[in-house]
Structure formats: C-alpha cells, structure tokens
C-alpha cells in the first residue's frame, strides 16, 4: 500500500493545483475539528471523503482500507475510556452505569459518560485523519517539503522528515520483497512455519533494511550532497477558482453548522 500512496500523490486528478491550496484546505478542515462536535465532525469525514474518491480519483478501495486500518488502531483505544473500575458502586455511579461485573473486591462498569467520550473520539479522530489522508494522498512529499523550506521550517528538520520518509518506503519495500519469497516456498502453510519465517522476517528485515541504507547513503554522497536537498519542479501548478470557492463556502458551513448546533445545545 505504501507504494500505491505514492503513486497516488503524483497521478490524482488535482495534482495541478497548487500543494499551498490542498494544504490550506487539509489545516482549516482540522482546526474546525478540533473545536466542532460530532455532527459538523461526521460532515467533515464524508466531505474530504468526496475530495478524496471524487475530485481526486482515488480508488475506494485503498481510501477505505486505510480508514480501516485507523479504524482498528483507534478501537484498541476505546476500551480504556468505556470501561471503569470502582472498589464500590455507590448512588452516584447508579445513573452512569450500563452494564457491572464484580471483579475480586470492586466492580467493573460500562459508563455511558465514558462510551460517549469514545464516540467522540472515534468520531474526531477519523474526520481528522480524513483531513490527512487528503494530504497524503495529493500532495507528494516533494512538495511538502519544498513548502517547508519556503516558510523557513529549519533545514535539518526538513531533511531528517525527507530521509524517514524514504526509509519508511524502502523497509515496506524490504518486507514485502521478503513476505513473497517466504509464501513462495511454503514458509506460512503451518503454525510452526508461520513462527519461524516471522523469526526469519524480523531478523532479515534489519540486516537489509541497514544495508539498503548504507547504499542510499552511499548514492546522495556519490551525487555530491553538500548538506542541503535541492528539488526540481518540473511543472507550474493551475491555481483553481472552482475548488477554492468550494472550500471556503465548505469551511463556512460548517462554521456555521457548529454555531447552530451550540446555540440548541445551549437553549435546551
């Protein structure tokens, strides 16, 4: 999947627009998430949902996979805000209770403050992801990084986020290379078998993954780094007046959205 993001960011259908305009709108769309409730949140995940499938051209499938995958990371974390442990139930607790189960000396509870909060979070978390993925998936990494250096982020740190993100593709890249050439020859047919090539696929892993990058070290030597990446653009970008209209009329809405649902939260 990591090859086919990166793909992605260089043949969608906005890949003209400029990366400032896609970046402005991803940062708005998070800051009002950060400060909405719920609704306008849901708004916002099915709105970067149509920038993303729609205007993009992203394939369903690889933008639904990778909600997934968050999806699943941010279950793990839900229990630790639904479940509640108490050493006695008290009067106070009786309201907030849903379902008890004593355990030793106290009790366990579902709370329905806590499962509220989760889905407040699951909720905030994905429109915000949504947010990124939007990033992700049209903007190369090239272009944040030259965005970077053109609002003076220091050097060091542009070049460090530059490198992780190659090292990020060539351990996938390893891994997978691996993966294939153990299924090939049978290695995950048993349960034993699984153990030992996963043994196998850890300790290949960081011996290649090392030497793939004393190469790629090797290379940008060899290529005269001087201490600074320097970026070709090889094409202007097409400023559009179409989607930057869509955005802030998008934006305000839901602005607008989030006043209207605290003025009835506030009147009830």
Same mark, same amino acid.
């Given at each position: 999947?990591?090859?086919?993001?990166?793909?992605?960011?260089?043949?969608? $259908?906005? $890949?003209?627009?400029?990366?400032?305009?896609?970046?402005?709108?991803?940062?708005? *769309?998070? /800051?009002?998430?950060?400060?909405?409730?719920?609704? *306008?949140?849901? *708004?916002?995940?099915?709105?970067?949902?149509?920038? +993303?499938?729609?205007? !993009?051209?992203?394939?369903?499938?690889?933008?639904?996979?990778?909600?997934?995958?968050?999806?699943?990371?941010?279950? @793990?974390?839900?229990?630790?805000?639904?479940?509640?442990?108490? #050493?006695?139930?008290?009067?106070?607790?009786?309201? #907030?209770?849903?379902?008890?189960?004593?355990?030793?000396?106290?009790?366990?509870?579902?709370?329905?403050?806590?499962?509220? $909060?989760?889905?407040?979070?699951?909720?905030?978390?994905?429109?915000? %992801?949504?947010?990124?993925?939007?990033?992700?998936? @049209?903007?190369? /990494?090239? #272009?944040?990084?030259?965005? =970077?250096?053109?609002?003076? =982020?220091?050097?060091?740190?542009?070049?460090?986020?530059?490198?992780?993100?190659? =090292?990020?593709?060539?351990?996938? #890249? @390893?891994?997978?290379?691996?993966?294939?050439?153990?299924?090939?020859?049978?290695?995950?047919?048993?349960?034993?078998?699984?153990?030992?090539?996963?043994?196998?696929?850890?300790?290949?892993?960081?011996?290649? @993954?090392?030497?793939?990058?004393?190469?790629?070290?090797?290379? +940008?030597?060899?290529?005269?780094?001087?201490?600074?990446?320097?970026?070709?653009?090889? /094409? !202007?970008?097409?400023?559009? /007046? $179409?989607?930057?209209?869509?955005?802030? *009329?998008?934006?305000?809405?839901?602005?607008?959205?989030?006043?209207?649902?605290?003025?009835?939260?506030? %009147?009830?």
């Amino acid at each position: 999947m990591n090859i086919h993001i990166d793909t992605l960011a260089y043949s969608n $259908r906005l $890949r003209h627009l400029p990366p400032a305009q896609k970046l402005g709108l991803a940062l708005a *769309v998070i /800051a009002i998430v950060l400060v909405s409730h719920y609704p *306008v949140q849901i *708004v916002i995940l099915l709105w970067m949902s149509v920038w +993303i499938v729609i205007y !993009a051209g992203i394939p369903y499938q690889i933008y639904g996979g990778m909600l997934l995958g968050v999806s699943m990371f941010v279950l @793990t974390s839900l229990p630790a805000l639904i479940f509640e442990y108490v #050493d006695r139930i008290s009067v106070a607790f009786q309201l #907030d209770i849903l379902w008890q189960m004593p355990i030793g000396s106290g009790h366990i509870y579902l709370s329905h403050n806590g499962l509220m $909060r989760a889905i407040s979070v699951a909720i905030r978390s994905l429109a915000s %992801t949504s947010a990124l993925f939007f990033v992700v998936l @049209t903007v190369p /990494a090239i #272009d944040l990084v030259r965005i =970077c250096q053109q609002i003076g =982020c220091p050097t060091i740190i542009v070049e460090l986020s530059l490198l992780i993100y190659r =090292c990020i593709f060539l351990l996938a #890249d @390893t891994a997978q290379t691996i993966v294939t050439a153990q299924v090939s020859r049978g290695g995950y047919r048993t349960q034993r078998l699984r153990l030992n090539s996963l043994n196998l696929l850890v300790r290949q892993l960081l011996v290649r @993954t090392a030497s793939r990058y004393q190469q790629l070290s090797l290379g +940008i030597a060899a290529r005269g780094f001087d201490g600074e990446f320097r970026f070709w653009q090889p /094409a !202007a970008y097409e400023y559009s /007046a $179409r989607y930057a209209r869509e955005s802030i *009329v998008g934006c305000s809405l839901l602005v607008i959205g989030e006043i209207l649902y605290r003025s009835s939260i506030a %009147t009830m």
